[in-house]
């Protein structure tokens, strides 16, 4: 028996395809192998991160493994630190080891790898490599049409019309109203507005390449206080959802990340389809932010960090959507309106 291990190449999408149905017991159309997304996903160039971003195990020729790769890049004054979220993890259960082989692969590799959230399996398998739960992600939700997300729910039963009631209030109250000396503007370029390191080439690039994702749009807004800008959103359009893929602001106190987060709500209600208005974010600031917004805490996520140096802190990440793959999970778009 023969085993290798190699990056992934576009010649083998129809092998990677049958290989995730498989192990995940999806159908040949579920959206996270749509051939189109996992070409963006692992092939097409980004100017951000030129390494590869998939790894497959092959024994005697036959695919048995795979891990896909969301890289992210830390810097901390002079110090920078190079890790990796991995997505699409899967291994043929006849072939012993063949996961945890690529896992264990991409820990030499990196300064550090991170999960946040995961199925229940990953989440106990983690610690048994060396991973530590360091953090916790909060998702904030807050309808933003109820009456479409009510037309739209997949399952009725007899709750459905106190929940429609709860949602109607809790759209209305409190207010989405914006602080007019805060606004919003649509940008295409990040990186010639003034926010310096917020708005850096490898940021800029990142963007160029999350705006390319096949399944998803993304759209970029500065974040304006007195008609200067100040940050910057990313908000992209995900089945019902207006998901805030990412917030970047010079000021990091609680009043600006609620103006940044009602910015985001008032932009979603004007250009999307969408039901609801959902983010993520870690403590501090941002999680007090969203809800002085109006925003709800829906759900905590362990975020586990396994580094190659053996420490056990903190990454000084914001735990956005765009930290990792959840930026485009889901189903259908519902769209930006034209």
Same mark, same amino acid.
């Given at each position: 028996?023969?085993?290798?291990?190699?990056?992934?190449?576009?010649?083998?999408?129809?092998?990677?395809?049958?290989?995730?149905?498989?192990?995940?017991?999806?159908?040949?159309?579920?959206?996270?192998?749509?051939?189109?997304?996992?070409?963006?996903?692992?092939?097409?160039?980004?100017?951000?991160?030129?390494?590869?971003?998939?790894?497959?195990?092959?024994?005697?020729?036959?695919?048995?493994?795979?891990?896909?790769?969301?890289?992210?890049?830390?810097?901390? !004054?002079?110090?920078?630190?190079? !890790?990796?979220?991995?997505?699409?993890?899967?291994?043929?259960?006849?072939?012993?080891?063949?996961?945890?082989?690529?896992?264990?692969?991409?820990?030499?590799?990196?300064?550090?790898?991170?999960?946040?959230?995961?199925?229940?399996?990953? $989440?106990?398998?983690?610690?048994?490599?060396?991973?530590?739960?360091?953090?916790?992600?909060?998702?904030?939700?807050?309808?933003?049409?109820?009456?479409?997300?009510?037309?739209?729910? $997949?399952?009725?039963?007899?709750?459905?019309?106190?929940?429609?009631?709860?949602?109607?209030?809790?759209?209305?109250?409190?207010?989405?109203?914006?602080?007019?000396?805060?606004?919003?503007?649509?940008?295409?370029?990040?990186?010639?507005?003034?926010?310096?390191?917020?708005?850096?080439?490898?940021?800029?690039?990142?963007?160029?390449?999350?705006?390319?994702?096949?399944?998803?749009?993304?759209?970029?807004?500065?974040?304006?206080?007195?008609?200067?800008?100040?940050?910057?959103?990313?908000?992209?359009?995900?089945?019902?959802?207006?998901?805030?893929?990412?917030?970047?602001?010079?000021?990091?106190?609680?009043?600006?990340?609620?103006?940044?987060?009602?910015?985001?709500?008032?932009?979603?209600?004007?250009?999307?389809?969408?039901?609801?208005?959902?983010?993520?974010?870690?403590?501090?600031?941002?999680?007090? !932010?969203?809800?002085?917004?109006?925003?709800?805490?829906?759900?905590?996520?362990?975020?586990?960090?396994?580094?190659?140096?053996?420490?056990?802190?903190?990454? $000084?990440?914001?735990?956005?959507?765009?930290?990792?793959?959840?930026?485009?999970?889901?189903?259908?778009?519902?769209?930006?309106?034209?």
């Amino acid at each position: 028996m023969s085993f290798e291990c190699r990056p992934s190449t576009s010649a083998d999408e129809h092998a990677l395809i049958e290989l995730l149905t498989r192990v995940f017991a999806a159908d040949s159309q579920a959206a996270f192998v749509n051939p189109a997304l996992l070409r963006w996903k692992y092939w097409e160039p980004r100017e951000d991160y030129t390494a590869p971003r998939s790894f497959v195990m092959e024994k005697d020729g036959r695919m048995v493994a795979h891990i896909g790769l969301w890289p992210v890049t830390l810097r901390t !004054g002079p110090k920078s630190e190079t !890790g990796v979220h991995i997505i699409d993890w899967a291994a043929d259960p006849e072939v012993s080891g063949s996961g945890v082989f690529l896992l264990q692969k991409m820990a030499r590799t990196f300064d550090f790898v991170y999960a946040i959230g995961g199925s229940d399996a990953t $989440q106990s398998i983690l610690p048994k490599f060396g991973f530590h739960a360091v953090a916790e992600a909060h998702v904030w939700a807050r309808p933003i049409r109820p009456w479409r997300q009510f037309r739209n729910h $997949q399952s009725v039963d007899w709750r459905l019309p106190a929940r429609l009631a709860r949602n109607v209030w809790w759209a209305h109250s409190p207010g989405k109203s914006v602080d007019p000396n805060w606004t919003a503007a649509e940008s295409n370029d990040i990186s010639s507005n003034g926010l310096g390191m917020l708005a850096s080439e490898s940021t800029s690039a990142l963007f160029r390449y999350v705006r390319r994702c096949p399944s998803v749009q993304s759209r970029i807004f500065h974040v304006l206080h007195n008609a200067r800008p100040v940050g910057f959103f990313v908000l992209s359009a995900v089945w019902e959802q207006a998901r805030v893929a990412g917030v970047w602001l010079e000021d990091s106190s609680t009043d600006a990340w609620a103006a940044a987060f009602r910015l985001a709500q008032e932009t979603a209600l004007k250009l999307t389809s969408a039901s609801e208005l959902i983010a993520r974010c870690g403590p501090g600031p941002a999680n007090l !932010g969203a809800e002085k917004a109006g925003l709800r805490l829906r759900a905590r996520i362990p975020v586990f960090v396994f580094r190659k140096s053996g420490d056990v802190e903190p990454l $000084q990440l914001s735990f956005h959507f765009l930290d990792n793959d959840a930026f485009f999970l889901g189903g259908p778009s519902a769209g930006f309106a034209t």
